[in-house]
Structures are given as structure tokens and as C-alpha cells.
């Protein structure tokens, strides 16, 4: 009948890049589903941290030595965190830890009122905006392990997300709402959605303010927010 059944007051949706699954968050529940799109049924569900406000999902890493599967990031508003999913994977079992529908595999903290914010393709990693301070973030994968096979011993299978980069707003610039940056990051700048009514263009190389474009805009896009 064209309506799919998720959690409490649904609030924002992304479409996983290659079209497998629709990622719903469900803010009046702390949690978010995982929507297949060929079935349009909810496949599963997941708690998040309190108030969460947006989903950010990737591409499957196919690379060589990857986990073959696809993550998603949430920023809970409240609990200053970001919630990070990972889907199921094509690994062997074994390397293979996350099950058939995915798993939460940490809540990343250190945050202040993360709102809104755009995973990094180039990267492995995402970017957000701190809505009570005065910075937007970085954070990338620098360290993973995809456990050892049955039978071996091994250090089990983790995930470390690293602080890498900060773009600090002047305080007559208000607190970022919002961040996104060109597809692949090809252009070296980010754009910084701000409560003053302006937008802030940093050099994300050297993260430094290149300048201001005045604006009404409180929530950004480009073709990486989907």
C-alpha cells in the first residue's frame, strides 16, 4: 500500500548511496530503522543515543582488507554523542562480526549538541556540527581490525574513530548548524551553516576561514548528504 511501518515520529531519512536500504531515524524512540528497498518492509531496528537528530550513511567499503560493509553515523543531540552503525557483510564467518542485520558498534563522545553534519567518502570518516560550541569536527577510522578466524587466536575485532580536524568559528559568527563539504572533498573547502545567518567557507587543508556568503540557509546539502 506504499507505507512502510517504522518507529515513533519518524524525522529524517537517507538512502544508502547504492540504493540497498533507507535508514530512518525515530525520534520519538531514540533509535532509527533499517528499511530494505526492494520489500519496502523494516528489516530491523536500532536504540541511539537520546535526541538523535540525523543518519549519514556511506558506500560499502569494497577495498582490499575492508569490512565490505557500509556504516551509518547518528548525532544524538542530547547526549552529545555520534552513534556508529555498521550493516552485515560479504566477509567470510569468522571476519565477519556483525551479523545478518548490522550492529551499533560504539556511541563516540565529545561532542556539544551535534545537529547535523556529512560522511566523508574520501575518508572513512564524517563530519558534524557541534550546535552549542563553536566548531564543526572531523572524525575518521584510523584503526580496525576485522577479528581473527575460527579456530585462531587473535585481538578481537574494533573500530576506533580519531578527532583529526576542527573548524573553529569566530564568536561573531554565532554556532554551526550544519556542514558539508564538495563530492570526495575534490575541492579542499567546507561550508559551515551558522546561527548568524551567514555561511563560513573554510580551507579544510589547512582549517582556516577563507570567508563569509551571507545567507538564510540553517541546513546544507550536496550530493554526499544521501
Known amino acids: 500500500n506504499g507505507i512502510t511501518a517504522v518507529g515513533l515520529l519518524p524525522t529524517d531519512v537517507a538512502v544508502q548511496p547504492a540504493n540497498e536500504d533507507v535508514l530512518v531515524i525515530n525520534s520519538g524512540e531514540d533509535s532509527f530503522s533499517r528499511v530494505v528497498v526492494g ?17 549519514m550513511v556511506t558506500t560499502r567499503f569494497n577495498c582490499m582488507g575492508c569490512t565490505l560493509a557500509y556504516q551509518a553515523f547518528v548525532p544524538n ?10 550493516s552485515d557483510s560479504a566477509l567470510p564467518q569468522g571476519f565477519n562480526s556483525n551479523g545478518i542485520d548490522g550492529k551499533i558498534w560504539q556511541t ?39 577479528g581473527p578466524l575460527p579456530g585462531f587466536q587473535g585481538p578481537p575485532p574494533f573500530r576506533t574513530f580519531s578527532l583529526v580536524s576542527s573548524l573553529n568559528l569566530p564568536a561573531s559568527l554565532g554556532s554551526p548548524t550544519d556542514i558539508s563539504i564538495p563530492p570526495l572533498n575534490n575541492r579542499g573547502v567546507a561550508y559551515v551553516s551558522t546561527t548568524s545567518g551567514n555561511v563560513a567557507v573554510f580551507s579544510t587543508a589547512q582549517s582556516i576561514l577563507l570567508g563569509t556568503v551571507q545567507t538564510a540557509a540553517t541546513d546544507l546539502y550536496t550530493s554526499l548528504d544521501q
Do not use: C, H, K
Open 108 to 146: 563516540i563522545p565529545g561532542f556539544l549538541n551535534p545537529t547535523q553534519g556529512i560522511w566523508d567518502g574520501s575518508t572513512f570518516g564524517f563530519w558534524v556540527a557541534n550546535n552549542t560550541g563553536n566548531s564543526a569536527d572531523q572524525y575518521q577510522m584510523t584503526n580496525f581490525n576485522l
Open 39 to 55: 520489500t519496502f518492509q523494516e528489516r530491523a531496528r536500532f536504540n541511539t543515543g537520546v535526541n538523535p537528530q540525523q543518519i
Open 77 to 86: 543531540g542530547f547526549s552529545n554523542q555520534v552513534t556508529l552503525y555498521e
